[in-house]
T-cell receptor
């Protein structure tokens, strides 16, 4: 099956800890994205990558970091510098032929 | 700031009625438009994409695009309780990265049995 996988589904973090969220796709898409969604809010772009070894900051990149060493993988690290990290994190990738974005199932991060 | 605006709702319709969801966007250069459905606690799933002025139909769903007026709408015919969800409008950002989308905050639709 082609698709986007994210792990873990739920993640709990103590204050001061860094955590890494996994995102893998087997759709052969070049572009990948990380969004954050808070209750009752829209999607806010954290980082995106159009090609391996390259990525750009989105609207709310502070306190987050990413890497893109492989086409299939785009992990997101939530650092201790992120003041309010509790949220629903969504990974997506784009079909370059249609501009269509497809989403993974999401990771719900809770800071204890 | 490129913007996509949607009524937050909630929009409540009876089962079997037509639900009409609207979206306006600010950038006249936008070329790609999408509607996603998001159930509570789940990730968005694509319902429709539309690229040209006019209507595009897919089953009970019809997307309508009017680039001159900068709005895109989604009609859901014969609404079912299973259609109850938040509907997100997304529009591409022209220039720079061709793959960036801006999302509206979504409209919550409730279909009452």
């Amino acid at each position: 099956d082609g698709g986007i996988t994210q792990s873990p589904k739920y993640l709990f973090r103590k204050e001061g800890q860094n955590v890494t969220l996994s995102c893998e796709q087997n759709l052969n898409h070049d572009a990948m994205y990380w969004y954050r969604q808070d209750p009752g809010q829209g999607l806010r772009l954290i980082y995106y990558s159009q090609i391996v070894n390259d990525f750009q900051k989105g609207d709310i990149a502070e306190g987050y970091s990413v890497s893109r060493e492989k086409k299939e993988s785009f992990p997101l690290t939530v650092t201790s510098a992120q003041k309010n990290p509790t949220a629903f994190y969504l990974c997506a990738s784009t079909d370059g032929n249609t501009d269509t974005q497809y989403f993974g199932p999401g990771t719900r991060l809770t800071v204890l | 700031q490129k913007e996509v605006e949607q009524n937050s709702g909630p929009l409540s319709v009876p089962e079997g009625a037509i639900a009409s969801l609207n979206c306006t966007y600010s950038d006249r250069g936008s070329q790609s438009f999408f509607w996603y459905r998001q159930y509570s606690g789940k990730s968005p799933e694509l319902i429709m994409s539309i690229y040209s002025n006019g209507d595009k139909e897919d089953g009970r769903f019809t997307a309508q695009l009017n680039k001159a007026s900068q709005y895109v709408s989604l009609l859901i015919r014969d609404s079912q309780p299973s259609d109850s969800a938040t509907y997100l409008c997304a529009v591409n950002i022209p220039g720079g990265s061709n793959y960036k989308l801006t999302f509206g905050k979504g409209t919550l639709l409730t279909v009452n049995p």
